[in-house]
């Protein structure tokens, strides 16, 4: 018997043996991927050959991406909340963007639309309850000018240039006439802050 013939059996036996479709058998050193992994796949039901040196470079491509992405930015220096909602808006509607781009896709092509049409829908019924929320909290966050919290800070800021005035040494009839003036001049202030304020 030939001894070279058991050094290549040796040899072969460090590589591992893939089954590819129809039942052949090959070792992974006949490949030069005495190394490779093998995993499952998520496309194709038999197995894939991985290469570690792909899977790392991949997880570092993914993690610098994930970290330069603006929301994520915005998370990590905790941002107001106001700023991250808006950021999250701009993210949903980018992905039902997407989705919509794949839904005509799919139609041009005669495949089915229905995966995408649901997970749009679902998505736009998420968007609208964040738009609902927010602007209902836009309306909370408007002063109340009829409160009475307001009407107390009003009535000491009017006690305050009543006193002013009082100490500048105007008499009480140019006190009056300048709080009548004031009176007729804030006819309309409440329609006037909230325009400015928008």
């Not at 989705?99 to 679902?122: D, N, Y």
Request: proline residues 3%; charged residues 35%; hydrophobic residues 35%.
């Amino acid at each position: 018997m030939d001894d070279t013939d058991d050094t290549d059996k040796k040899d072969k036996s460090k590589g591992k043996l893939l089954v590819l479709p129809g039942g052949k058998k090959v070792n992974t050193a006949d490949l030069g991927m005495g190394n490779s992994i093998v995993g499952p796949s998520g496309n194709v039901p038999t197995a894939e050959v991985v290469d570690p040196d792909d899977t790392e470079r991949e997880l570092r491509e993914r993690e610098a991406y994930v970290k330069k992405q603006e929301l994520v930015q915005a998370a990590t220096r905790r941002n107001a909340t106001a700023e991250m909602v808006e950021l999250t808006i701009q993210e949903i509607a980018e992905e039902l963007a997407h989705l919509k781009f794949e839904r005509r896709k799919a139609a041009k092509e005669g495949k089915p639309t229905v995966q995408h049409t649901i997970a749009r829908i679902s998505m736009l019924r998420n968007l609208a309850d964040v738009l609902l929320k927010r602007q209902e909290n836009s309306r909370q966050e408007r002063m109340d000018f009829r409160s009475p919290e307001f009407k107390k800070v009003i009535h000491e800021w009017l006690g305050f240039v009543c006193e002013s005035m009082g100490k500048a040494g105007l008499g009480d009839n140019d006190v009056d006439l300048v709080l009548k003036q004031m009176e007729a001049d804030m006819a309309d202030w409440e329609k006037r802050v909230l325009e400015n304020a928008s």
